[in-house]
């Protein structure tokens, strides 16, 4: 199975680094892609994460839109250049792509639908698969979301995964 990671923010690729360093060690390591985001290249550097740059961002909502479909048509070449079976991420993307292609997409989603009017709108009809905390039961419109229990900042702040310094 060949899996992609989408990094479309620095705090996922904390999110997804404990899971990139396991599937490296038992199997062969999933394909990162991420957007022109200075902060999310360089954690993902100095993790030694290997990565693929596909886009850029945009801070207009014309230029969201055009950066968006540029960055969907980009995806899209590279699962089906690389084969991708699985996408997973936060991204509207990995949902779009995976209307569009064969692989199939589990979102990562944190934000409640009322905050997040445009990806419930646009990004969450598209996805195989939503994992939400349990904090957002009842908060989500898309039926069949998986809901567990904990937040994403456990998945690298759990006490097993960090040590406080306290001199920091």
């Given at each position: 199975?060949?899996?992609?990671?989408?990094?479309?923010?620095?705090?996922?690729?904390?999110?997804?680094?404990?899971?990139?360093?396991e599937?490296?060690?038992?199997?062969?390591?999933?394909?990162?892609?991420?957007?022109?985001?200075?902060?999310a290249?360089?954690?993902?550097?100095?993790?030694?994460?290997?990565?693929?740059?596909?886009?850029?961002?945009?801070?207009?909502?014309?230029?969201?839109?055009?950066?968006?479909?540029?960055?969907?048509?980009?995806?899209?070449?590279?699962?089906?250049?690389y084969?991708?079976?699985?996408?997973?991420?936060?991204?509207?993307?990995?949902a779009?792509?995976?209307?569009?292609?064969?692989?199939?997409?589990?979102?990562?989603?944190?934000?409640?639908?009322?905050?997040?009017?445009?990806?419930?709108?646009?990004?969450?009809?598209?996805?195989?698969?939503?994992?939400s905390?349990d904090?957002?039961?009842?908060?989500?419109?898309?039926?069949?979301?998986?809901?567990?229990?904990?937040?994403?900042?456990?998945?690298?702040?759990?006490?097993?995964?960090?040590?406080?310094?306290?001199?920091?």
């Open positions: 199975m060949n899996l992609l990671i989408d990094i479309g923010h620095p705090a996922h690729v904390h999110l997804f680094k404990n899971l990139i360093s599937l490296k060690a038992k199997r062969k390591p999933p394909l990162i892609t991420v957007r022109q985001i200075p902060a290249i360089e954690l993902l550097s100095l993790y030694n994460i290997p990565f693929i740059e596909l886009g850029s961002k945009s801070d207009s909502m014309s230029g969201k839109l055009v950066n968006q479909l540029k960055y969907d048509f980009r995806l899209r070449k590279f699962v089906k250049n084969n991708i079976d699985l996408a997973i991420g936060t991204s509207i993307t990995i779009h792509v995976s209307k569009i292609s064969k692989a199939h997409s589990i979102v990562f989603d944190d934000d409640d639908d009322e905050v997040q009017p445009l990806m419930t709108k646009f990004g969450h009809p598209f996805a195989d698969i939503i994992l905390p904090a957002l039961k009842n908060k989500r419109k898309k039926k069949g979301t998986i809901y567990y229990a904990g937040y994403h900042e456990l998945a690298y702040l759990h006490p097993n995964r960090f040590s406080p310094d306290a001199a920091v």
